[in-house]
């Protein structure tokens, strides 16, 4: 018989023992247990049976679809160069389209590589000289195998580092090598790398050595933007040759000559103040002294010989000569001449020397800069003011283009002397001074 519990009498343990028992058979019995036979109906039967490990059967009617709760499988985690830090960084070549034009230029002797070690300063004082060795052995191959000559090791001192914890990267250039890969090393072996810095490796393959540099660097567009630069300056030129009675075709053939020889010039004045021999004439740089110098030498006496108002001509040559230097001063902060000094300023741009590279004063696109305001003062004053005497714009130019730069050295890594900017100056201030004097006189 069913008992049931009165309300608010609890029941003990064997009073709730019996009344689960009841109730799980009153249960049973409904679902279609049969007590004296002791089976179940069949659709109770199969609902208690377990799960076959058969696939289902596809059912005639559409399935609905089944949300996946499931987490997602977890994606491999993706570890940076820096992350992982291995003693050694290897590169893949670096290697031209094979049989293509640049694959057989990169073959003309002679051939050479560039290796860059890349680092960071010390926090400690800055320009410390570093010291860097480089080591490389030409890759074997099935027909070749390394030989004596076909190794090599340098040790590069870099000096003027930038400030504490800037980063650079040095850069050594190898010449004279056989063709092929290389695999070369590259570790610091000065006191302040101890424990600090990794072996670099990388692969290289030997090219032409008129293309090698390093990092931050496109040596082609120095040549390219100082041709630029020189077509405006004689388009701008004989325009406002045009304006007077000159012969602007004579005018223009001669100034392009004179580029021709200041160009030579520039060259030679490289050697002479870098004490470099002749025979280096083609590899030498050029310096913008010596184009100025050789350039208007040639500009005045050729036109003294052909008839012309040298102070005229001048004075058209002027705006034109500043905006072509103003065009062609960028090319040395890409090609890596005239550098400045490393900074850490938010002014300062990573650019390179041809052996370091690091943040540096851009003070090459400062002189652009001031060249290029010269220019457009001079232009203006061509135009619009009558001038006395001919011949002061070229000159009042000049003046002040000189000064601005013996300021522009201060911030440049060879400052020269400085008995010798503050003579130059003195000397620049004087003539600026007699030319706006002389010019308010006269008018």
């Given at each position: ?121 010390a926090d400690a004082e800055p320009c410390e000289d570093v010291s860097i060795r480089f080591t490389g052995v030409r890759v074997a191959t099935e027909d070749h195998q390394p030989t004596e000559k076909d190794h090599f090791e340098r040790t590069l001192v870099v000096k003027s580092l930038p400030p504490a914890g800037g980063r650079f990267a040095a ?37 032409t050595a008129l293309l090698t540099h390093g990092p931050a660097l496109r040596v082609w567009s120095w040549p390219a933007l100082v041709a630029a630069g020189a077509v405006v300056a004689l388009i701008l030129q004989g325009l406002l040759l045009a304006r007077t009675n000159t012969n602007v075709a004579a005018a223009v053939s001669i100034s392009a ?187």
């Amino acid at each position: 018989m069913r008992t049931e519990p009165q309300s608010g009498h609890p029941l003990s343990a064997g009073a709730a023992h019996s009344a689960v028992s009841v109730a799980a058979a009153d249960y049973l019995r409904s679902r279609g247990y049969s007590p004296r036979s002791g089976t179940l109906h069949p659709t109770v039967a199969r609902s208690f049976a377990p799960a076959s490990t058969a696939p289902p059967r596809p059912s005639a009617q559409t399935a609905e679809p089944t949300i996946d709760t499931a987490a997602p499988p977890e994606r491999p985690r993706v570890h940076t160069a820096e992350a992982i830090a291995p003693a050694t960084r290897q590169y893949t070549p670096d290697r031209p389209p094979a049989n293509s034009c640049a694959d057989a230029f990169s073959q003309v002797e002679p051939l050479g590589l560039a290796a860059t070690y890349w680092g960071v300063a010390a926090d400690a004082e800055p320009c410390e000289d570093v010291s860097i060795r480089f080591t490389g052995v030409r890759v074997a191959t099935e027909d070749h195998q390394p030989t004596e000559k076909d190794h090599f090791e340098r040790t590069l001192v870099v000096k003027s580092l930038p400030p504490a914890g800037g980063r650079f990267a040095a850069t050594t250039r190898i010449q004279g090598i056989a063709s092929g890969e290389w695999q070369v090393t590259a570790h610091r072996i000065d006191d302040g790398a101890e424990g600090t810095e990794r072996q670099q490796s990388a692969v290289l393959t030997a090219r032409t050595a008129l293309l090698t540099h390093g990092p931050a660097l496109r040596v082609w567009s120095w040549p390219a933007l100082v041709a630029a630069g020189a077509v405006v300056a004689l388009i701008l030129q004989g325009l406002l040759l045009a304006r007077t009675n000159t012969n602007v075709a004579a005018a223009v053939s001669i100034s392009a000559l004179s580029c021709v020889l200041g160009y030579i010039g520039a060259k030679i004045w490289y050697l002479i103040l870098h004490r470099q021999p002749a025979r280096a004439f083609i590899r030498a740089g050029a310096c913008i002294q010596g184009f100025l110098l050789v350039a208007l030498g040639t500009l005045i006496i050729g036109g003294a010989l052909g008839g012309m108002d040298v102070s005229a001509v001048l004075d058209a040559t002027t705006p034109g000569l500043f905006l072509g230097m103003a065009i062609g001063r960028p090319g040395c902060f890409l090609a890596g001449c005239c550098s400045g000094r490393p900074t850490r300023s938010r002014w300062g741009l990573f650019s390179s020397d041809r052996t370091l590279a690091t943040k540096r004063i851009p003070v090459q696109l400062y002189e652009a800069a001031a060249a290029l305001l010269i220019a457009g003062v001079a232009l203006a004053v061509v135009l619009q003011v009558d001038l006395p005497v001919g011949g002061l714009v070229f000159l009042g130019s000049i003046a002040a283009y000189t000064l601005i730069r013996q300021g522009l050295f201060l911030f440049r890594v060879d400052a020269h002397t400085r008995r010798g900017r503050l003579a130059v100056t003195l000397i620049c201030c004087a003539i600026l001074a007699g030319v706006v004097t002389g010019s308010q006189v006269l008018s």
